[in-house]
């Protein structure tokens, strides 16, 4: 399993950044939000989704909040272009959240990915990838149901309009921005 760091230091699209967090603990939401300023890149990433024309994710002036709440298998990249418009929130399902002895959140990914759209429409990505996973023995039989079973809350949470992290976001990212 891929351990996911918030400052993307090993990402080489990334040129120049910076890189804000804060640790929160309010009645909805425990835990850090970093955010990730990609202030040059190489060159912007478009990504595609189901049926879906590429859009991109990551450009100069673009800004990834990224939530790594405590207690939780799952972390989540609100992925935020110049204009502050978010164009994809990606929720990593993840077998554990850490820090690093910097502070630094960290996630141990569980390969599910789920992806929404400005429009709420939702995605479940690399369901193969989980499988090969299990089938090669990476995962174990409880790591891999515990996976499906954080991705199908998620989904009902957002498609039950009762996704926190979702009605937050905005409100967050102006706090990171005036930090």
Known sequence: MKRKYAKRSD??????REYKQLYVEDVDYTGTISMLILTKVREP??????????YCVADNGYKWLQYFPNNSHYSL????????????????????????????PYFVDLYLD???LPNREVYLLDEDE???????????????HLAKQEATRLIQSIE??????????????ATLEAL
């Not at 990402?11 to 120049?16: A, F, N, P, S």
């Not at 990433?45 to 590429?54: A, I, N, P, W």
């Not at 990249?77 to 630094?104: C, I, L, P």
């Open 130 to 144: 989980l499988q090969e996973a299990l089938d090669s023995q990476e995962i174990s039989i409880d790591e891999y």
């Open 45 to 54: 990433l478009f990504v595609s989704v189901g049926d879906k024309d590429k």
């Open 160 to 173: 039950d309009s009762n996704n926190v992290l979702m009605d937050r976001c905005y409100k967050d990212l």
């Open 77 to 104: 990249t609100v992925m935020f272009n110049a204009q502050n418009e978010a164009v994809q929130w990606y929720y990593d399902v993840s077998h554990k959240m850490e820090v690093t002895d910097e502070g630094e």
């Open 114 to 116: 789920v992806v929404v």
């Open 11 to 16: 990402w080489k699209r990334i040129l120049e």
